[in-house]
């Protein structure tokens, strides 16, 4: 690995720690009251991308975005479980508890949040297929690119913004269930959401990077066809 990209792979990592950072009221990189230190973490990951080079940060990401939908899926069978057992205690034994409930939901949060970047990997996510379906496969090139640069990334940009206030009043406050009996620790769960958008900005980045590739003829296009150079 070169100087360029041992730089570009700490900005990356700067970059996500100063995001987590301010949703927990903590700046790492500076702060004006309103998380500036998340947009520099921001731009950070973005330089850190590009030095690192299409290759390498595709390869990379692939591969820690593909670990972590994987271990995310064990979610799903003990979010089953859970729902399963608070079923039987509320309408065999009549005593359902709250904590359950709770936890279900929590669970199904995490999951939502932190598999999207693992969908988004595997091109999973809702299209206008009626229109992105009968495009050539030059064409597909081009809206994944485009696409990637002016909505993917600033959907992500807006997501971590505006959801890091919200989270960091609720780790200030210590926020917990309002109703008795219920799971404490309200506050970690919604850190998903900024969290998830950040693994989706990564993600995102690889996939740009993926249809760069193309283009250039490094990679094959959407439907198995050589690049376009």
Known sequence: ?????????????????????????????????????????IVAIILGAILIGPETYIRYTDRFTEAVGIGSTWLTTIMVLVVCLNVVLRYVFGAGLLALQDASWYIFGI??????????????HVRVDIIYTN?????????NLLGGIFFLIPFCVLGIWISLDFVSVSWNVRETTPDPGGLPARYLIKFMIPLGFTLILIQGLA????????????LPLPDGEGGLG
């Open 1 to 41: 690995m070169n100087f360029l990209k041992v730089v570009g792979t700490i900005l990356v990592a700067v970059g996500v720690v100063a995001i987590v950072s301010e949703a927990f009221s903590f700046s790492l990189l500076i702060y004006y009251g309103t998380p500036i230190g998340a947009l520099l973490g």
């Open 111 to 124: 999951l939502y949040l932190v598999g999207a970047a693992y969908t988004l990997k595997h091109d999973r």
């Open 135 to 143: 495009l050539s496969p030059k064409a597909k090139v081009w809206v």
């Open 207 to 218: 996939e740009i990077l993926k249809a760069y590739q193309q283009m250039r003829g490094k």
